[in-house]
């Protein structure tokens, strides 16, 4: 069997450099489109937005003062298909001044993930790590306008752990689960 080489020549003694090129490709194995892993973001929107602050005259008139405010957090995952999961990341804030006035806002930000080849086991922890993390910074920004348009400022959404609040939700998922249990006896 003749091949040609790289100067162009034919070369006889190519069965040597098969030799070579077939060990070095044992080496190093080709990846397996099958096994291939897959997370990608699909689609990005806003879902809900609630804003209400019923007395801003009133708190014009009395001046401005610094507010208290509190921050919850909520993640639902919504399955489509065995690959498209829906991953809406909720965020309701509310800010007082002056004791009475209240200013609140609600942000339902989602996410559709695509899912190829994931192991069963890490589906979760993409979709309640992952997938918000990847929201956040579009929910941030859409407070922070707002909280600048509004006149009770909003609590500023300061970097979110993600991975504790997943882990917390399983200590309280397995708490919750013997004394289930216990109760269905």
């Known amino acids: 069997m003749m091949t040609e080489n790289r100067s162009g020549k034919n070369s006889a003694n190519s069965s040597a450099n098969k030799e070579n090129t077939s060990d070095s490709a044992q080496k190093t194995p080709a990846p397996d489109k099958d096994k291939s892993f897959g997370f990608s973001l699909v689609a ?6 609630s804003y209400e602050n019923p007395s801003s005259v009133e708190i014009i008139q009395l001046g401005h003062q610094t507010p208290k405010g509190s921050v919850k957090i909520d993640i639902r995952i919504a399955q489509f298909n065995t690959t498209d999961f829906e991953v809406v990341l909720k965020i309701l804030l509310e800010a007082t001044m002056h004791e009475k006035f209240k200013c609140l806002a609600e942000v339902e930000y989602a996410g559709l993930f695509h899912l ?45 752990d993600f991975v504790s609040l997943y882990r917390e939700r399983q200590r309280q998922l397995a708490a919750a689960q013997p004394a289930e249990s216990n109760s269905v006896q």
Do not use: C, T
Not at 44 to 49: F, T
Not at 136 to 146: D, G, K, S, T, W
């Open 44 to 49: 990005q929107y806003l879902k809900d937005l």
């Open 116 to 160: 190829q080849s994931v192991p069963v086991e890490a589906i979760e922890p993409l979709l309640m790590i992952e997938a918000p993390r990847l929201l956040f910074p579009f929910v941030r920004q859409i407070v922070a306008n707002l909280s600048r348009d509004g006149v009770i400022p909003l609590p500023q959404l300061q970097p979110i």
